[in-house]
């Protein structure tokens, strides 16, 4: 068999290329929107790709399955149960696809959404057993992934992983993520086994309660562009340029040149509606990063813009988004509203009853090293 990972730095997903050496079927799973990078992997080793497969649909990240698929002929799976506006060929909990002397079988995992599958690899001439799982976004290496996309689940997801961890200790986990906002507290590895994460996954020792409770606290914020990404990987909408595919440079600037800013410049929030209520910047717009492409007519193309979040890297990634939208003049605020209000700056607030907002946020769940430059 052939098999490789690749893995995004930009928004920390990882795809799959599976083959079988013998018969040179190839199947990818969770495909990015960068397709060139998979055609020049089956060109160099003489592959016929016969399935292009989603775990599931994807929120932070265009999916280049449709595009295979067509350029290639290629079958496109997904689970039964995805609701999409194009035609796939819908899997079903065990069923078996054959690549050559291999079987990817379907292992129906919800939780994350509905849909959500993991797809175990079988090589029987060398084994009747599984040698590897494809986990989408059920088990990610110490985390799960997070259940409040749309159609998740955090008691299914605990089904899930209690199902999972029923496999054989050897089994090698190959997820969907190693960093990123589908999950808080991913380790960084790229892969782990059944084995490893039995033992020491932080989820793997709460009893149900406390899993559910644990997996719906303090989830990070909704990606960047989610709604148009989600609308495009559904086929409701084309808007594959929503997707961040470059690191343009931005330039960060402190609290003190947002004070002193020039009076037409306008000065957008893109932190989650909750985090904005709970404090910004007085004269902030609110246009959250998970919409940002969906309201870009929104944004002013004639006038400074100046983005903040609750620290800087969100900002820092929307206004390259913005970079690469061709609206230039934007500079992200480092240190965020915390640098702001750490300085005793006066913050707006709007109509909460929350206490806190519940949005919780590292560097990882943000992936991809940062592009900037000071003055
Ligand atoms: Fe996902």
Known sequence: MYFKQILDERCGCASYLIASRQSHEAAIVDPAIETQQYEELLGERDFRLRYLIDTHMHADHVSGARRLSAMHGAELCLHASARLAYP???LTDGEELPLGQLRLRVLHTPGHRLELISILVVNPPRSPEPSMVLTGDSLLVGDMGRPDFGGG??????????????????????PGHFEGPCGKGMCGRPNTTIGFERLYNPLARLDRTTFISTLLDGVPARPLNMTAIEATNRG?????????????????????????REPDAVVLDVREPEEYAHGHVPGAVSVPQADLASRLDEVPRDRPLILICQ??????????????????????????TAAWGKAGKPLAVGDTDAEKPRVAESEWTHAGARSSYRI
Do not use: C, H, K, N
Request: aromatic share 8%.
């Open 153 to 174: 689940d955090a008691a299914q997801q605990y089904e899930t992983l209690s199902r999972l961890l029923q496999l054989p200790d050897w089994v090698a986990v190959f």
């Open 88 to 90: 796939f060929r819908p």
């Open 236 to 260: 409701l909408a084309e808007m594959p340029w929503a997707m961040l595919t470059s690191s343009p440079p931005v330039r960060e600037v402190d609290i003190e040149a947002l004070e002193t």
């Open 311 to 336: 620290r800087g890297i969100r900002s820092l990634r929307a206004a390259q988004f913005l970079v690469q939208m061709g609206i230039d003049r934007v500079v992200s605020v480092r240190g965020g």
